[in-house]
């Protein structure tokens, strides 16, 4: 189907599949109600618009003859870009010479493969927001998942402000009348994505799951967003784990851990979904469930065991029936408000760890509706719903993987497993869609499960870390090399369906990966070194009589702490004109505050090994020239290899110790010193560069079409002549990438 009918033929799929739908509300947040936002206004001005395109399809198709709108000049006619999330050089390279990855193989061996330069900081929202723009982070503006809110101190998402208050439909005067909800989405990212430069010019493109896509912006083309999109209540993720076992301890932070009893086989415990937007006070909405077991087992070999859940209220309830360690299809789950005619319609999977002889099941966290989406997760609003219909429910949550259960132990590596393939596959199906639908034009998918099967799964290369301590250390040990293989099968699939004259393929990640064993707390160095100080009243460690403080910087005195971290690399100076009770000076007093803090971490040595932490510190005014470097942290910490931020300085605490073991199954990470994690690039053609940066896609997509490329991106086309080089950032004590060992 030509790239201009794709649009036509998702309207159309959806006027005609789509049968009585029901209304969808938009959730604006946790705790902040719903703006009302109708599904069924929706799919009918769908339809509408459906027909309209059918009518004016003629007349449009004309206009493009006439203007040359659309039309591609050059051989290359379709651009497919795979995305690996946290796909490793090192460990790519790896499993070629084992022969698992025979189609990268191939490709590195007629085309082109190597390292690709990632983005500073190293981490996922900032190196796909580089992606897309083809600038760096003081130009997109995004420097970390969170960042401080200058005015309170408090975290904030860094990608998207949402906002909820009222609208006065008619003022008199100093009167208000028939005030109406409002509410607002706002993607923070800035810069303009390459594919809204090819739609200018009328050249279709197909994006599924590219980060830092929600809220989805308008463009000639379609657009499934990724990570960020919130869940049903509003948050990045919230599991919910029902049970048995009093000995489970409430989780760090992830979601909910609920005891329940246990009547003879009988269960029965509500789900919670989103606030009601009715309540006079805050109050969730719940969905009652009846848990029956039928025969009880662990989901060992000869004792499965089986759970039937009988879900909503007696007389319409939904009978779902799994066996223990399986997952259950999506299941939709429709919050109904006791105080008005508000409902929200959310999808979830349930998976059974057991009955016997503790009980628990796991549920994910409550996804947005794809076929009834509460909050815009799509470009046009229709492509969620056509794909839910044509291909089946799948996951919507940014972070769908649900890292933080496998954290807190709710489930284990299989249950892991298990869901991370269930969405790959929703990807694949999701991919292959866009592949028969868009035949020109580009289309790029980003696949998120080598990321965080790396991310779990990274301790079992690695006999010594400290998180295999009490865990299994061998179902899982082969999983990071298979899920690479999988992913190379994925890439013999799509060498398949392409033309090698037209198409052009290209597969990149954003960042690699190495072992996170240690935890280095910068608030708590920064309070030794006198550089944050604690208020008088601040909690004290029991053991060590030192001050410390809670989780988002609670207990910080403000009017005497020079500087702080948030997030997972940076360093914020409190400075006077920025933070609300900044003390520190610009000009003379903050150079040296940061040359201070930089040249003491630059000598921080972990007590437990000897070895230094840092390979670089890095100040934003040196490595940084856009106009957001005002906004960013004023340094990043270069970790080497095997350190990162520990896991309550990422959230703002300021414990007794600088240095911990990191023993959560989040065993692998990249939050380093960028030069350590580079991604990596695939070609089917040779590439002009052997130090390509992960800012060239941009420009590389546009020269592929015969597009100019806008003199604000720093990245330059991988083929044909480039321009000059950008500036590379080198560590004067350690100019090349440090060497690294792959355990096996």
């Given at each position: ?9 998702i309207?159309l ?28 206004l929706v ?6 618009l459906?027909?309209?395109i ?6 449009k198709?004309?206009?493009?003859l006439?203007?040359?709108?659309g039309?591609?000049?050059?051989k ?22 084992e022969?698992?990855m025979p ?14 330069a990632?983005?500073y900081?190293s ?5 796909w927001s580089?992606?897309t723009?083809g600038v ?5 503006n ?5 960042t ?8 904030i998402?860094s990608s998207?402000e ?11 005067g ?11 989405i ?5 810069g ?6 090819l739609g200018?010019k ?6 599924i ?12 083309g379609?657009c499934?967003?990724?990570?960020c ?5 509003g ?9 048995t ?7 760090e932070?992830?979601?909910?851990v ?50 039937r859940?009988?879900i ?5 309830e ?11 299809d ?19 999977r ?13 549920m ?7 076929a ?13 719903i ?10 919507t949550?940014g ?14 590596e ?9 969405i ?10 866009a ?6 034009g580009?289309v ?9 099967v ?13 998180a295999n301590?009490?865990k ?5 040990k ?5 899920i690479y293989?999988t ?15 037209r198409?052009?393929l ?8 190495c ?6 707390n910068?608030?708590a160095?920064?309070?030794d ?33 020079k500087a702080?971290?948030l997030g997972?690399?940076g360093l ?9 009770n900044g003390?520190v000076e ?13 040249a003491?971490?630059?000598k921080?040595?972990d007590?437990k ?11 934003a ?7 957001y470097?005002?906004?960013a ?8 290899r ?25 065993s692998?990470?990249h ?5 350590e994690?580079?991604g990596?690039v695939f070609?089917?053609t040779?590439i002009n ?6 800012m ?9 079409f015969?597009?100019p490329?806008?003199?604000y991106?720093q990245g ?23 060497e ?5």
């Open positions: 189907m030509p790239r201009n009918r794709t649009l036509l033929a309207f799929a959806c006027a005609f599949m789509l049968a009585a739908p029901d209304p969808a509300q938009a959730y604006i947040g946790p705790g902040a109600g719903f703006a009302v936002l109708s599904g069924g799919l009918v001005g769908a339809l509408f459906a027909v309209a059918v009518f004016a399809y003629p007349i198709m004309a206009m493009r006439l203007t040359g709108a039309r591609i000049k050059g290359t006619k379709r651009v497919v870009i795979i995305g690996f999330d946290g796909m490793d050089p090192q460990l790519a390279q790896r499993f070629m010479d022969g698992r189609n990268m193989k191939a490709m590195s061996e007629h085309g082109s493969f190597g390292p690709l990632t983005s900081p981490m996922s929202p900032v190196a580089s992606f723009t760096d982070a003081s130009r997109h995004i420097f970390d998942f969170i401080r809110d200058p005015c309170t101190y408090l975290p998402l998207t949402i906002r909820q208050g009222e609208k006065a439909l008619l003022k008199i100093k009167f208000e009348f028939l005030k109406k909800s409002t509410s607002s706002r993607l923070l990212r800035k303009k994505p390459w594919w809204a430069i200018e009328k050249i279709f493109s197909n994006i799951r590219v980060p830092i896509t929600f809220p989805p912006e308008k463009f000639h379609a499934l967003s990724g990570m999109v919130p869940d049903l209540k948050t990045q993720g919230s599991f919910t784990f029902w049970t076992d009093k000995a489970l301890a409430g989780p932070a992830g979601g909910d609920l005891m329940v009893a246990r009547d003879r086989n009988v269960l029965r415990c509500p789900i919670t979904g989103p606030a009601d937007p009715g309540a006079s006070k805050p109050e969730p909405m719940r969905i009652p469930m009846k848990i029956e077991v039928l025969e009880d087992g662990d989901g060992s070999e000869g004792n499965k065991g089986r759970v859940l009988s909503g209220t007696k007389g319409s939904q009978v779902v029936e799994i066996g223990v360690k399986d997952y259950s999506w299941v939709t789950l429709e919050f109904v408000s006791k105080f008005s005619k508000v409902k929200a319609s959310g999808i979830a349930f998976y059974c760890m057991g009955t016997a002889p503790e009980f628990g099941l796991y994910t966290p409550i996804q947005i509706d794809p009834n989406p509460a909050m815009p997760i799509s470009h046009p609003t229709v492509y969620s056509y794909l839910a219909k044509k291909l089946g429910p799948f996951a949550l972070l769908a993987e649900d890292t933080w259960a496998l954290n807190e132990r709710v489930i284990d299989e249950a892991f497993w298990k869901q991370s393939l269930n790959w596959n929703e990807r694949r199906a999701q991919l292959f869609d592949l028969k639908n868009t035949r020109k580009s790029v998918c980003v696949f998120d499960g080598t990321d965080r790396s991310h779990m799964f990274h301790r079992y290369l690695d006999a010594d870390h400290p301590e009490g299994d250390t061998e179902w899982g082969d999983k990071v090399a298979e293989a992913a190379d099968r994925l890439i013999g699939e799509v060498k398949g369906k392409l033309n090698p004259k198409d052009q290209l597969i990149i990640s954003d960042h690699g990966f072992q996170f064993k240690r935890g280095v910068l608030n160095w920064l309070r070194n006198g550089f944050l100080v604690l208020k008088a009243d601040a909690p004290v460690d029991e053991e060590s009589g030192v001050p410390v403080s809670r989780d988002w910087l609670q207990d910080v005195d403000w009017e005497q702490t702080f971290s997972l690399t914020f100076i409190n400075r006077k004109g920025r933070e609300r003390i610009e000009g003379e007093e903050l150079h040296q505050v940061k040359a201070e803090i930089k003491g971490l630059m921080l040595e007590p090994t000897g070895e230094r932490v840092f390979r670089d510190v890095f100040d005014d040196e490595i940084f020239t856009g106009p470097v005002f906004e942290p004023d340094l990043f910490a270069g970790y080497v095997g350190y990162r931020n520990a896991w309550n300085c990422a959230t703002g605490a300021c414990p007794a110790e600088v240095f911990s073991d990191n023993t959560k199954s989040w692998g990470d939050c380093i010193d960028p030069r994690v580079p990596v070609s089917d040779p560069t052997q130090a390509p940066n992960l060239d896609l941009g420009p590389t997509v546009l020269r592929l015969g597009l490329i806008p003199g991106m330059q086309p991988l083929f044909g002549p480039r321009g000059p080089e950008a500036p590379t950032v080198q560590s004067e004590a350690n100019p090349e990438p440090s690294s060992k792959v355990v096996a």
